[in-house]
């Protein structure tokens, strides 16, 4: 599967943006779909994710209350819902896939396939 992450940008404290990501080559509704992010000089991190079927969701305690993470099998799309920005969410995000469907893992290193990354800046 491919893995294309988009919806990126600049916004202020306080904002909000909706990251993408869209698998191709196989059906989405294959994989548990995470996202993580990695800022400068950091390790990358664990944000969230969601099993193949929606059921099973699990987030960073960084993120609880202000991203949702959904998924769309029909558009083969999962969405990361980012409200309440802060400056300390900037990062490169980057969206995995995991052939495990039913596991929701926060561990880099289960996930097979990793998406491109997009770039999401927030201003004080």
């Known amino acids: 599967v491919q893995l294309q992450a988009s919806g990126g940008g600049l916004v202020q404290a306080g904002g909000f943006l909706r990251l993408s990501c869209a698998a191709s080559?196989?059906?989405?509704?294959?994989?548990?779909l995470g996202w993580f992010r990695q800022a400068p000089g950091k390790e990358r991190e664990f944000v969230g994710g969601?099993?193949?079927?929606?059921?099973?969701?699990r987030y960073a305690d960084s993120v609880k209350g202000r991203f949702t993470i959904s998924r769309d099998n029909a558009k083969n799309t999962v969405y990361l819902q980012m409200n309440d920005l802060k400056p300390e969410d900037t990062a490169v995000y980057y969206c995995?896939?995991?052939?495990?469907?039913?596991?929701?893992?926060?561990?880099?290193?289960?996930?097979?396939?990793w998406g491109q990354g997009t770039l999401v800046t927030v201003s004080s």
């Open positions: 969601i099993s193949s079927d929606g059921v099973r969701l």
């Open positions: 995995a896939a995991d052939s495990t469907r039913w596991r929701v893992a926060d561990a880099a290193a289960f996930y097979d396939y």
């Open positions: 080559g196989r059906t989405a509704d294959s994989y548990a």
